[in-house]
């Protein structure tokens, strides 16, 4: 299993312990260097951040890329680490029929979400499949 993976699995298994947001259970996480440096999960609540960089107006609730950015700013104060580090999203569903095991689906980040990552110039960013993991 590569490094990537291990990441992401990891990424999921925080992803099973987080409240579902329409059905969704997502998990992210920034890493510089094979430190990890902030995480963030989907919140059922609005945030400035997620306004700021929402797909349309009524898009206000936090996902899990932007908690993580935003933690990260909070964290570090640093756009140059957060631009040079690499960003991990891991979604989380009920195996079919079964309500006990989850599987990774795919988590690509929407397009409210892609506007933060190009703010801040994030250039790597992974995230799970069906059938794995991609890169965006």
Same mark, same amino acid.
């Given at each position: 299993?590569? $490094?990537? !993976? +291990? &990441?992401?699995?990891? *990424? ?6 987080? /409240?579902?947001? $329409?059905? !969704? +259970? &997502?998990?992210?996480? *920034? ?6 440096? /902030? ?98």
């Amino acid at each position: 299993m590569d $490094r990537h !993976s +291990k &990441i992401l699995k990891h *990424l999921a298994l925080v992803a099973e312990d987080v /409240s579902p947001i $329409r059905s !969704s +259970k &997502i998990a992210a996480a *920034l890493v510089f260097k094979h430190n990890f440096i /902030s995480y963030g999960v989907c919140q059922y609540k609005s945030h400035p951040f997620q306004k700021e960089y929402s797909k349309n107006n009524a898009a206000i609730f936090l996902h899990a890329e932007n908690a993580c950015i935003s933690a990260a700013l909070n964290r570090t104060r640093d756009p140059d680490l957060i631009s040079k580090s690499t960003l991990y999203v891991s979604r989380v569903k009920h195996a079919s029929g079964n309500h006990k095991d989850f599987v990774c689906s795919v988590a690509k980040p929407c397009e409210g979400c892609q506007k933060a990552i190009a703010a801040f110039n994030i250039r790597k960013v992974y995230f799970t499949t069906d059938e794995g993991y991609d890169i965006l």
